[in-house]
């Protein structure tokens, strides 16, 4: 009776342990659900929706980002790269000094954003996934808070927008210039995600239509300047490319921004806006001073892979070393003093070996000619106080051996 007694009691014991894990594990599989739900939409500013689903991720992830030094994730491994073949034609570089750059980090949900001039319209920031942008509800103009006077003999201007994609309709997205006067002279637009066009002193000079229209997510407009070229760019198709311009003497910048109104659940957003001055050649830059240093060398925050858009500075670099057989040099990594040092250092040595790695691959050049190393922020040829200040310490350079 005793035995039988014992053999009852063991077995439910049994039953219990063996129910326990089941329980448990559907208990968190009920709050892993609930947890889906309650983040699969946020409201943000004004009626813009902070979107959580894996589709608004990737659009976010796809954009060109920053090479912040923030994030906490840990380095990949060195070498690696995106894709470039969709790159082999894109030839911009960006401008070596930055005369402005605003990320909108750190701006007020809801404010106008604090950096920038109001010509007319209502602009607001506000937060689309993880990224701040500044969002346009009606027809308007911003432009950046620079000096004005004239724009440097070479430059370079970046701006990110978001489109929805789909059967959205396309918001008209401005990059325009002003004369002394503070008239518009000229501008670059894309419409309806598809159609672009470049328009200076009255006159139409470059017309087209992307290759594929925009998916959703962030893109990013560029223009290539001098006092008398300008090219164009739509992400990583070349959209104008003009050889001759006479009498176009812009002072300063700005961007226009016309939504659809018919569509309230597709907001109008700009993002990272980099607007910077060119300089020498990298030729020139060695000879002169025995290094070049380049903001051409793209990285996401927190990553050593080396972004796409990166392909024309390699190319650049690898023609250098191979045209000069007894060229050596160190390609050393530097950061802003964003995050600690320990991880900016580290980040810093994987982002600069990922550049060696990657002239050694594709320029087959011999390995003994290329050292690498990471300084972290501990070289910095800007202030850290401002965000151009910290864009200008976020590069690579190649000092001569």
Same mark, same amino acid.
């Given at each position: 009776?005793?035995?039988?007694?014992?053999?009852?009691?063991?077995?439910?014991?049994? +039953?219990?342990?063996?129910?326990?894990?089941?329980?448990?594990? +559907?208990?968190?599989? *009920? $709050? =892993?659900? *609930?947890?889906?739900?309650?983040?699969?939409?946020?409201?943000?500013?004004? &009626?813009? /929706?902070? !979107?959580?689903?894996?589709?608004?991720?990737?659009?976010?992830?796809?954009?060109?980002?920053?090479?912040?030094?923030?994030?906490?994730?840990?380095?990949? !491994?060195?070498?690696?790269?995106?894709?470039?073949?969709?790159?082999?034609?894109?030839?911009?570089?960006? &401008?070596?000094?930055?005369? +402005?750059?605003?990320?909108?980090?750190?701006?007020?949900?809801?404010?106008?954003?604090?950096?920038?001039?109001?010509?007319?319209?209502?602009?607001?920031?506000?937060?689309?996934?993880?990224?701040?942008?500044?969002?346009?509800?009606?027809?308007?103009?911003?432009?950046?808070?620079?000096?004005?006077?004239? #724009?440097?003999?070479?430059? %370079?201007?970046?701006?990110?927008?978001?489109? =929805?994609?789909?059967?959205?309709?396309?918001?008209?997205?401005?990059?325009?210039?002003?004369?002394?006067?503070?008239?518009?002279? &000229?501008?670059?637009?894309?419409? $309806?995600?598809?159609?672009?066009?470049?328009?200076?002193?009255?006159?139409?000079?470059?017309?087209?239509?992307?290759?594929?229209?925009?998916?959703?997510?962030?893109?990013?407009?560029?223009?290539?300047?001098?006092?008398?070229?300008? =090219?164009?760019?739509?992400?990583?198709?070349?959209?104008?490319?003009?050889?001759?311009?006479?009498?176009?003497?812009?002072?300063?910048?700005?961007?226009?921004?016309?939504?659809?109104?018919?569509?309230?659940?597709?907001?109008?957003?700009?993002?990272?806006?980099?607007?910077? @001055?060119?300089?020498?050649?990298?030729? /020139?830059?060695?000879?002169?001073?025995?290094?070049?240093?380049?903001?051409?060398?793209?990285?996401?925050?927190?990553?050593?892979?080396?972004?796409?858009?990166?392909?024309?500075?390699?190319? @650049?670099?690898?023609?250098?070393?191979?045209?000069?057989?007894?060229?050596?040099?160190?390609?050393?990594?530097? %950061?802003?003093?964003?995050?600690?040092?320990?991880?900016?250092?580290?980040?810093?040595?994987?982002?600069?070996?990922?550049?060696? $790695?990657?002239?050694? !691959?594709?320029?087959?050049?011999?390995?003994?000619? #290329?050292?690498?190393?990471?300084?972290?922020?501990?070289?910095?040829? $800007?202030?850290?106080?401002?965000? /151009?200040?910290?864009?200008?310490?976020?590069?690579?350079?190649?000092? =001569?051996?």
């Amino acid at each position: 009776m005793k035995s039988k007694f014992i053999f009852v009691v063991l077995l439910c014991l049994a +039953f219990i342990a063996m129910s326990f894990p089941a329980r448990a594990q +559907f208990g968190k599989l *009920k $709050d =892993k659900v *609930k947890e889906k739900v309650e983040k699969k939409v946020k409201k943000t500013a004004e &009626g813009v /929706e902070e !979107t959580t689903s894996d589709t608004a991720k990737a659009g976010e992830e796809s954009a060109e980002k920053p090479a912040s030094d923030t994030a906490k994730t840990q380095p990949s !491994t060195p070498g690696a790269s995106e894709d470039m073949s969709l790159y082999t034609k894109f030839d911009f570089v960006p &401008g070596d000094k930055v005369i +402005f750059y605003d990320d909108l980090s750190g701006e007020e949900i809801g404010e106008f954003p604090s950096r920038w001039r109001l010509d007319q319209g209502v602009f607001e920031v506000a937060k689309q996934g993880s990224k701040n942008y500044i969002l346009c509800t009606d027809e308007g103009i911003i432009r950046p808070k620079i000096t004005t006077g004239s #724009l440097p003999p070479k430059y %370079t201007i970046e701006m990110e927008f978001y489109v =929805k994609g789909g059967e959205a309709k396309g918001h008209w997205f401005f990059i325009n210039w002003y004369n002394d006067q503070g008239e518009e002279i &000229g501008n670059l637009r894309i419409q $309806d995600n598809i159609h672009t066009n470049l328009r200076l002193l009255e006159k139409d000079l470059a017309s087209k239509d992307l290759s594929t229209p925009l998916s959703g997510g962030t893109h990013t407009m560029r223009v290539m300047a001098t006092q008398s070229t300008m =090219k164009c760019y739509i992400d990583n198709e070349r959209v104008a490319n003009v050889p001759a311009v006479e009498g176009f003497k812009p002072v300063d910048i700005g961007v226009r921004m016309d939504p659809w109104k018919d569509e309230p659940d597709n907001p109008m957003l700009i993002g990272t806006f980099r607007y910077a @001055e060119g300089g020498k050649t990298l030729r /020139e830059q060695l000879d002169e001073s025995g290094r070049i240093v380049t903001h051409g060398i793209l990285f996401d925050s927190g990553s050593d892979k080396i972004k796409g858009e990166s392909y024309q500075t390699l190319r @650049e670099i690898g023609q250098l070393l191979t045209d000069d057989p007894k060229l050596r040099v160190s390609i050393e990594g530097h %950061t802003d003093n964003d995050g600690t040092d320990e991880y900016n250092m580290t980040l810093s040595q994987k982002r600069a070996a990922s550049v060696r $790695d990657y002239l050694i !691959t594709n320029y087959k050049i011999a390995p003994e000619r #290329l050292e690498s190393k990471g300084w972290g922020e501990s070289k910095s040829i $800007d202030t850290n106080s401002t965000p /151009e200040g910290k864009a200008n310490n976020r590069r690579v350079e190649l000092v =001569k051996l």
